[in-house]
């Protein structure tokens, strides 16, 4: 009889191992999973101080830790409330099962858990959480085989980073940063017991939601630490009594929209996994010159709803210009604006904000948006004068002309440009043609010097796709503030034009560094970009830019508007630092006659500029003049010249008038 149970109890016995054995064959490559563990990771966006700017991550938010960075206190925490004997089993714990097999019978149902960290890494990153018994079968096969193959630090370290810890966080270093705002190594005994029994139920003890509960849950955890003698009787009733402050952050922390969605979009093409691969995106932004900015822009634009309201009570401002009335709210119905600040001799990016609330519009007219420059182009136009012979002092002609030309359909049609007032100055100097903008005096100069030489010299500039008319002379064609930044570095930078870029650096999981370097390209001599310095300098100083001037510091800039007041400029810098402004309509309809690039992008300018130098007082405040140039005096005033542009001979009003002889001039 015996022999028969024997045999019986030795076929069941065999049965199982082979039904076992066979269990673990259909799932052995499973583990593989935790083996080569690699999750989903965090990436952060971080500025040129290193304050964080934005998480950037899909669906799992994960700032993974190692395990040599994980304080020996949050291992004691965890293993004294989950697995107190996981330094000393082989990934199940027999002990433990017993115990919850006869609690479980007792309760007549499921009751308690016995499963290890090993365990429940397995049943977190392989299996279902379905209680049971061949998931936990399946569970104990991998666990044991798991403890064969990795150390017990490597499975912690796959644990901690893998759990949910409530509020959408993973992994305990984010859990830490999300809700005490603190690295690992700077949590006390209550705020590690708090992460630590949060896995048991993350959403129930979440301390946003529910801190009583919370907290009764992790003085469970220090009284266990107590019992095990792994904390003092001072330290245990100091944890008992302490309330930590917990924050409820949102998970992004995006703190510049506009510049996140930027980086994103240079980096995704070239890095795939850019939002799960857990890099480390260092950037040229200063968060606190990008605050500045933003705070600059929305002063620019209530200045406009300001004016608008105003202009209002009166009826007969309310008409387009046509004369025809319009509804209230017309001239601002899409407004918006953009700014751009970069350094000069670099080009990193210190700003960037492409509209006036991103809740409203994400679309970034820093970069996407092309509209037309108006005036802002003509110190580009009266720098290749200058480079062509042209001189400060040279004479050039404010007189109203017609122009014949066809449009696209063949008509004969005629063009009669006007200067902002409708008055002709007669003679006027290159400097003061600039300074005060003159539309019929830029005409002139640029039907002098020659539309191919004044097209090749934007050409110089990076500017490109324009028409081959003197509509250039207006600024009749499109370009973005970006690349209109990119352009005036050239006068910000002493002739060297720099190409604006964002990213620093970029440091990936295993710690391989990309770093990126200024890219820049010769232009002009820096004698010749001196004298238009000069001349954007006094378009800030008496000229129209007069509003976007700081005390304390020198700046040079120009203003540009165009037709029907449809955009709005200042494009300026100072010694160290350039900045482009833009407001407008984003359905391209005129703002009010009232707004051009002095009365409303200047001011937006000089406040960022004034804000700019409350946070960094030690920038270069007094531009440099290169020793390429000259001075001399004529007509009672001190004037810059150069060996390529030379003072012009003093005229006699006779030889004016045989000069331009056929025009009429009015003095």
């Not at 269990?23 to 965090?42: A, G, S």
């Not at 936990?136 to 499975?155: D, G, P």
């Not at 009266?382 to 400060?392: E, F, H, I, N, W």
Request: with cysteine; proline share 4%; charged share 25%.
């Amino acid at each position: 009889m015996m022999k028969y149970i024997f045999t019986f109890l030795l076929l069941i016995t065999i049965g199982v191992a082979a039904w076992l054995l066979n269990l673990y064959n259909e799932i052995r490559f499973d583990i593989n999973q935790v083996v080569n563990y690699n999750p989903k990771k965090t990436t952060q966006i971080f500025d040129n101080k290193g304050k964080l700017i934005a998480n950037i991550f899909d669906k799992e938010h994960r700032l993974y830790v190692k395990y040599e960075d994980i304080p020996a206190r949050v291992i004691e925490a965890l293993v004294a409330i989950e697995d107190t004997q996981f330094f000393e089993h082989a990934g199940v714990n027999p002990d433990a099962i017993s115990r919850a097999m006869i609690k479980n019978i007792k309760a007549g149902g499921y009751a308690e858990g016995a499963s290890t960290l090993t365990q429940q890494l397995i049943k977190q990153v392989v299996l279902s959480r379905e209680k049971k018994l061949i998931r936990k079968i399946k569970e104990a096969l991998l666990a044991i085989r798991l403890e064969t193959i990795l150390t017990k630090e490597e499975i912690l370290e796959r644990y901690l980073n893998q759990v949910y810890f409530g509020h959408s966080y993973y992994g305990i270093k984010t859990a830490s940063q999300g809700y005490f705002r603190k690295n690992l190594y700077e949590l006390n005994i209550k705020e590690i017991a708090i992460l630590v029994g949060l896995p048991k139920a993350p959403s129930f003890y979440d301390p946003t939601r529910n801190l009583k509960f919370a907290l009764t849950r992790a003085n469970q955890v220090v009284k266990r630490m107590h019992t095990l003698g792994w904390i003092n009787k001072s330290e245990y009733e100091y944890a008992i009594n302490y309330v930590p402050e917990v924050f409820d952050d949102t998970l992004t922390k995006n703190k510049a929209p506009y510049v996140v969605d930027y980086a994103l979009k240079l980096l995704k093409d070239d890095i795939p996994d850019i939002k799960t691969g857990g890099y480390k995106v260092n950037l040229t932004i200063d968060l606190d010159a990008q605050e500045i900015a933003r705070e600059a822009l929305t002063h620019g634009y209530n200045g406009i709803l300001e004016r608008d309201q105003k202009l209002q009570k009166n009826p007969r401002n309310n008409v387009d210009k046509n004369n025809q009335a319009v509804e209230e709210g017309y001239f601002v119905n899409s407004l918006n604006g953009a700014i751009i600040s970069i350094e000069n001799d670099t080009g990193k990016i210190l700003a960037l904000v492409g509209g006036v609330d991103y809740q409203e519009s994400s679309f970034n007219r820093v970069i996407q948006s092309k509209r037309q420059p108006g005036s802002a182009v003509k110190p580009f136009l009266y720098q290749t004068a200058l480079d062509v012979g042209y001189s400060p002092a040279s004479q050039l002609v404010d007189i109203g002309r017609t122009y014949d030309y066809k449009d696209n359909e063949g008509n004969e049609k005629k063009w009669q440009p006007k200067n902002y007032g409708g008055k002709f100055k007669g003679l006027i100097t290159l400097r003061e043609s600039l300074v005060k903008s003159r539309n019929l005096a830029t005409i002139n100069l640029v039907t002098d010097v020659g539309i191919n030489e004044m097209y090749k010299g934007l050409e110089s500039f990076g500017i490109t796709d324009m028409p081959r008319d003197l509509s250039i002379t207006l600024g009749s064609f499109s370009i973005s503030p970006l690349y209109l930044s990119m352009a005036y570095s050239v006068f910000s930078n002493d002739g060297v034009q720099v190409t604006p870029y964002m990213i620093n650096s970029i440091v990936d999981f295993k710690d391989n560094i990309i770093n990126f370097e200024p890219q820049t390209k010769f232009v002009k001599s820096p004698e010749q970009i001196f004298l238009m310095k000069s001349i954007l300098q006094d378009v800030v100083k008496r000229g129209t830019g007069r509003r976007a001037g700081v005390e304390g510091i020198e700046l040079a800039g120009k203003t540009g508007t165009t037709n029907d007041n449809i955009d709005a400029w200042f494009c300026g810098f100072s010694p160290s630092i350039q900045t482009i402004v833009w407001y407008g309509n984003d359905d391209n309809t005129p703002m009010r006659k009232s707004e051009g690039g002095g009365t409303t992008a200047a001011p937006a300018f000089s406040y960022f500029y004034n804000k700019y130098l409350e946070v960094h007082p030690e920038i270069k405040r007094e531009f440099s003049k290169p020793e390429g140039v000259k001075t001399s005096i004529i007509n009672g005033k001190e004037e810059y010249y150069t060996k390529q542009s030379p003072l012009p001979e003093i005229e006699t009003p006779q030889v004016i008038e045989k000069n331009i002889q056929g025009e009429v001039i009015e003095f």
